[in-house]
């Protein structure tokens, strides 16, 4: 067909068959679809991390629980750890919550509504799944495929009322066939070509249909709305040590970095807490402090530290020199560096 007659889907295969990226949890174009175990867990990897992150991680997941199988029997504590530096703790909670609840259904829907039913697999991640595990039409939408295709479109109207406008459009262009290698050449095209700052429109197999290009102004859209500030927070963390080994404590499941091994930590509170809910009575003294942006709130915390006494029998006593081996999570691996600055 004359290139001027290709419909954007048809434009768009036709430049991932020839510039497809090559990740562990895909398979090539025109190939059979991936192992629906490798697709699950990479979009539940993928949320709100980048590719580049993922992919260690997702290696050493893979050779260690190949399957939904082997990850429902994994002890819970270690499901936790091997997630420490991925963020958003919930997700590893739901990921196994969700691999038990697969391997008792004996295997992972292959529907939206299906999905959906799953812990921790909203909208996006079904769809995901549902096109390029199971070849199933299914309008895709991520961050990449928002700003895409808001600039195809020239979606004038503000970001997040425009995320229906956004599906409405991307709907509009989603083909029949080929749905998951539609969805991977969309995330392609935004994360290399349609990038968020100097988009390489002159490089754009989908030129001719952007709107935006036409007007010149790529880097306007999506349109975002005015941000809100996040609150600050504030805390203590404690590193409490006696004979080379330090104090750990599990977090309550319920809540922030819920699960997780820690340092011990006060309360959040929206001034400086101060030796509030320290482990025990001592003299702590402070040595720095650590920030760190959740989702809703800043958090800066103070670290202090003590000595103590062989009274102090609560938690666990983890070696100082085998630290990196406890799996903490990014907050208490900062607090860790600033302890290791003053030595
Ligand atoms: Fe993005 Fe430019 Fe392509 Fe439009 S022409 S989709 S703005 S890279």
Redesign the pocket.
């Known amino acids: 067909m004359d290139a001027k007659h290709l419909s954007v889907a048809e434009r768009l295969l036709d430049w991932y068959d020839r510039h497809h990226r090559s990740l562990p949890w895909r398979s090539p174009p025109g190939t059979p679809p991936p192992d629906p175990y490798r697709v699950w867990l990479s979009e539940v990897m993928l949320q709100q991390t980048q590719v580049a992150s993922v992919r260690p991680y997702f290696e050493a997941w893979t050779a260690r629980w190949p399957s939904f199988a082997a990850l429902a029997a994994a002890d819970d504590a270690d499901v936790m750890a091997a997630w420490a530096g991925l963020g958003y703790y919930a997700r590893a909670r739901n990921l196994l919550a969700c691999a038990r609840a697969v391997a008792a259904l004996g295997a992972l829907p292959d529907s939206e509504a299906g999905l959906r039913a799953l812990p921790g697999i909203g909208d996006y991640t079904a769809a995901a799944i549902a096109a390029i595990a199971f070849g199933r039409r299914a309008v895709v939408v991520d961050a990449n495929v928002e700003?895409?295709v808001s600039?195809?479109f020239a979606i004038a109207e503000p970001l997040p009322a425009a995320r229906a406008a956004i599906r409405a459009a991307t709907d509009t262009i989603t083909p029949d066939d080929r749905a998951g290698d539609f969805a991977q050449a969309m995330m392609d095209?935004g994360s290399t070509?349609?990038?968020v700052r100097n988009?390489?429109?002159l490089?754009?197999?989908?030129?001719d249909?952007?709107v935006?290009?036409q007007t010149a102004a790529?880097e306007a859209?999506p349109v975002k709305a005015a941000k809100k500030a996040k609150p600050q927070r504030h805390g203590t963390l404690f590193w409490a040590e006696r004979d080379g080994r330090v104090l750990l404590v599990r977090r309550p499941d319920k809540g922030l970095l819920g699960g997780m091994r820690a340092l011990p930590t006060g309360p959040w509170s929206d001034s400086d807490p101060g030796t509030e809910g320290a482990p025990f009575s001592a003299d702590w003294r402070a040595i720095g402090l650590v920030r760190h942006g959740f989702t809703h709130f800043d958090l800066a915390c103070t670290v202090m530290v003590a000595d103590a006494g062989d009274d102090v029998a609560q938690g666990e006593w983890w070696p100082v020199a085998k630290i990196a081996d406890a799996g903490l999570p990014t907050l208490f691996a900062r607090a860790i560096a600033v302890v290791e600055g003053m030595r």
């Open positions: 700003r895409v600039r195809l095209l070509v349609c990038t988009p390489r429109c490089l754009c197999s989908l030129r249909d952007c935006a290009f790529p859209f």
